[in-house]
């Protein structure tokens, strides 16, 4: 009977510098739809249901580990302080933690975030095979160059891989590359990491000769060829960031699109990967679908529309609209032009339309701001309609205050709401209003200066003017 091992520890390798991203933040730090490179390649071991997870990081990444703990406090951290190879990065993870021989260990780089689940779960079973000792996940690639080369032995299990430094002109000619994700028994891969050398074009511990060892030690070492090349991408610098987004972005789409969600140009619409749609909702070119978003059945979204952390109700509209931390409820209506920011809460059927800024505030269902205003800090009540040009002047320069309407209000055009005010339910005020105090409800609340017409100030004043001129026609007339 094949040995079985039930125990899997993962071990991901984040030590390297980065230094090709040219960049002030850590490179496993960088984002993919939303998600940070380490936390790609962590969430992919979750289906190893691995009894322990072993991060290596390099000096100096207090934020990686920082992004590490918040992802999962589970999950350990080993510091790398100097580099000394891939296989001295593996070693120091198993020389800081117990682990039982018999248990496999799959080792997966920190920069490849296309790898998935299944894969490493089909890599870990790979190597649970009687007389197998590891497997190696390779892909055939056009241009191999900077790739360790996998160089195959009689029976089309690996012989050895050879890094492109030390290689020969022949071994350079091999097409199918190290993915740097693998799965070992524990116990060979301890015996053959006290093996390494560094004698070697970079002087460093290699995880690669590993495989040579263990093979010495009369291990069979498999193969598990990627159907996909792009899942042993790796990420070094800003073209590879920008390839592997792409990727994802198609494999976000793919998904949302089998699920039921009708994507007009899906090139230009990024999902994250967090953001979770559901059958029957509309995706229009060009939108940006970011963080803790969800979106119900029946909802028409776009064109260039961005959402963050937003929960969409169901048959909602939002067209080329800007929303941060906003509730739209159903068949509530949002743009074109809108701009809503955290705590803007839409309830059911209410509508902001263009050149409208919510900030946390409530318009009520049924209730109305179609045009060019700024609502910050307001409670809406029902069915009330506020007039175009409408302002809630919430700051007094030291302090917010709240505007409260009621139900069933109509809010002249071009309104001053000052704050704290109250409008009660039923009321109206007049266009052009500057509102300092509470109206009533049902009343009228009229806040402007009373309007005087100096006749004949113009033909006085402007004589001769073409304004004069037409006056006088008027006159005549
Ligand atoms: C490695 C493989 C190569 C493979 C390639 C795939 C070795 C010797 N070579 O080469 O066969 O084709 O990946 O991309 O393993 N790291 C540490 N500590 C170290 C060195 C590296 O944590 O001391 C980490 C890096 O952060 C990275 C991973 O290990 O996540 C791979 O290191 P990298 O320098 O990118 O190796 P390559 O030269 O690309
Ligand atoms: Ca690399």
Known sequence: MAPQSDSCIAIVLAAGEGTRMRSSVPKVLHTILGRSLIRHVLTATETLRATKRIVVVG?????????????DAEVTTVLQERRGGTGHAVRLALESNPIVNDSIIVVVAGDVPLITGETLQHLAKACQNSGVGAAVLTADVDDPSGYGRVIRDHENGILKIVEDRDATEDEREVHEVNSSVYAFQAGLLKTALAELTTNNAQGEEYLTDAIEIIRSKGKKVVPVVAHDYFEILGVNDRVQLAEATAIMRDRKNLELMSHGVTLIDPPTTFVDVSVTIEPDVTIRPGCQIEGATTIARGALIGPETRLFNCVVGEEATIIKSECDGATIGRHAHVGPYSFLRPGAHLAEGAKVGSFVEVKNSTIGAGSKVPHLSYIGDATIGIQSNIGAGTITANYDGVAKHQTVIGDH?????????????????????????????????????????????????VLRKRAGSDSAKAAEEAKES
């Open 59 to 71: 000096a100096g990444s207090e934020l990686v580990v920082q992004e590490i703990t918040e992802y």
């Open 409 to 457: 209000v109509r809010i002249g055009s071009d309104n001053i709401l000052i704050a704290p005010v109250e409008i009660g339910d039923g009321a109206y005020t007049a266009a052009g209003s500057a509102i300092t105090e509470n109206v009533p409800p049902g009343a009228m609340g009229v806040g402007r200066g009373q309007q005087r017409n100096i006749l004949g100030w």
